[in-house]
């Protein structure tokens, strides 16, 4: 169900986990054109400064805005704009969960402001915010 302007307030939170797999990143990877070494190859993750092979940081924002869109708020949401900070790697195999919550309502505009986390073994590893159009009411 949608979430609309009117019906969120500020503190409405939602959150989502998905375990991200060899076979995510590899698609990913292949869509994007980012072939990395350090994502696809084991043994390159593991040659790296991280000791295993990492999730892309941008396909775990692109989780945040499959949230926003498809979650919360919803279907009919529109994003203005998103801007993450990528604190931490997320390793290949690992769970990963999203969690959103309204920050502000942006009343002159009908926006709202959502800060975006994602946690990977109980750490942040992505800090953002986004500010999306919510779908009317006629689309909830």
């Not at 939170?13 to 072939?35: H, K, N, Q």
């Amino acid at each position: 169900m949608a979430h609309t302007f009117d019906s969120l307030s500020v503190g409405d939170s939602f959150s989502w986990s998905r375990v991200l797999t060899m076979d995510d990143v590899r698609l990913f990877a292949e869509v994007t054109g980012d072939d990395n070494p350090i994502h696809i190859d084991e043994e390159a993750g593991r040659q790296s400064r991280f000791g295993q092979a990492v999730v892309h940081g941008v396909y775990i924002l692109g989780l945040a805005s499959k949230v926003l869109g498809r979650d919360f708020p919803g279907p009919g949401s529109i994003a203005v704009s998103l801007s993450a900070k990528f604190l931490r790697p997320v390793p290949v195999g690992e769970e990963v969960t999203i969690e959103v919550k309204v920050a502000e309502k942006l009343e002159r505009h009908g926006h709202v402001k959502i800060r975006m986390y994602a946690y990977c073994k109980g750490k942040m590893a992505l800090g953002g915010e986004a500010v999306v159009i919510p779908p009317p009411a006629g689309e909830a």
